[in-house]
């Protein structure tokens, strides 16, 4: 939960490096491997201003498989650009002691 805190702290602030870190190489997302545009889409520099203001989240289910946690959740996000409520999936899996999201998507 330390790191979805993180995560929601990323998408404020923004931070590229956490999703760097945090995003396996592979990850699946929303059915694409999608870390390099993740990546890019949190840097200042390619920010047309602030993309949200405020993000709020409620967890909804955590499952631990083994080295995995699968969650579900939900975000309040307002920005300039969107307000709105959007649901994800998120798998984390810990390999060599590291925490990365190897597979998430949004839900309807």
């Not at 999608?34 to 602030?50: D, Y």
């Not at 969107?82 to 839900?107: C, E, H, P, S, Y």
């Amino acid at each position: 939960m330390h790191l979805e805190e993180r995560l929601r702290q990323a998408e404020l602030d923004p931070d590229p490096i956490f999703f760097e870190e945090h995003l396996a190489d592979d990850a699946v997302l929303d059915g694409h491997q999608l870390k390099v545009k993740v990546v890019e889409a949190h840097r200042p520099e390619s920010r047309k201003g602030q993309k949200f203001t405020k993000v709020e989240m409620r967890y909804n289910t955590f499952a631990e498989h083994g080295p995995a946690v699968v969650l579900t959740c939900e975000g309040d996000y307002e920005g300039p650009q969107f307000r709105g409520t959007l649901k994800f999936m998120r798998v984390w899996l810990k390999q060599d002691g590291r925490w990365k999201i190897i597979a998430g998507a949004t839900l309807k």
